[in-house]
């Protein structure tokens, strides 16, 4: 069935350093990558995310990079700060109406000041 | 300003018990979706709904069912609940159409004893 890997399952960095998370799927039929950032005890919100006809994206300090010929993407945060302190969680879509997500198993960033 | 919620926080039940939880969403969104989030396991789509009455299994529906009677609104049932289903669960909904952000509730935090 569908899958998401997603590497690593911790990461710790020290405040101003980047910070890179990766993931594999298995559906070659994905045609969107949405990325979650879940905060200590809160909800997860969408934080950036990108479809299958774009390479790269960026908005402030972080990105995310695609290569669906690999069937990996990756998501750079670039000047961590402490609030960058969460869980993070790739997912995979074959889009249409039920945006149904398979998601990764998360990663959880810890930055120090 | 999109709102999901989840009627309990935190529930404490017994095995054997059956349990509801339910979500309502305020966005008029056509999908729903009832996800289980177990540390390092990521979160496991249980079922969705892409309409009233409408409904498919994600990957572990096992031990789970739903009801969607009303659009707004997005039942989980455990019928016999099990020790092996503590854990926390998470709500979500999107619009209908091309894939986009899932909307996620604060969480249903299941224990059974």
């Known amino acids: 069935g569908e899958n998401v890997e997603q590497h690593p399952s911790t990461l710790s960095v020290q405040e101003g350093d980047s910070a890179v998370i990766k993931c594999t799927y298995s559906d070659s039929a994905s045609n969107y990558f949405p990325w979650y950032k879940q905060e200590l005890g809160k909800r997860p919100q969408l934080i950036i995310d990108?479809?299958?006809?774009?390479g790269e994206k960026k908005d402030q300090r972080i990105a995310v990079t695609l290569n669906k010929t690999a069937k990996h993407f990756s998501l750079h945060i670039t000047e961590t700060q402490p609030e960058d302190s969460a869980v993070y969680f790739c997912a995979a879509s074959r889009g249409g109406g039920y945006n149904k997500l398979i998601f990764g198993a998360g990663t959880r960033l810890a930055v120090h000041p | 300003d999109v709102k999901v919620t989840q009627s309990s926080r935190y529930l404490v039940k017994r095995t054997g018990e059956k349990v509801f939880l339910e979500c309502v969403q305020d966005?008029?969104?056509?999908?729903m979706f009832w996800y289980r989030q177990d540390p390092g396991l990521g979160l496991r789509l249980i079922y969705f709904?892409?309409?009233?009455?409408?409904?498919e299994k994600g990957d572990i529906p096992e031990g789970y069912s739903v009801s969607r009677e009303k659009k707004e609104r997005f039942s989980l049932i455990l019928e016999s609940a099990s020790t092996n289903q503590t854990s926390m669960y998470l709500c979500?909904?999107?619009?209908?159409?091309?894939?986009?952000?899932?909307?996620f509730g604060e969480g249903s935090r299941l224990t059974v004893l």
């Open positions: 990108i479809r299958s006809n774009v």
């Open positions: 709904s892409y309409d009233v009455k409408m409904k």
């Open positions: 966005m008029d969104h056509e999908n």
């Open positions: 979500a909904s999107s619009p209908w159409g091309a894939s986009g952000e899932l909307f």
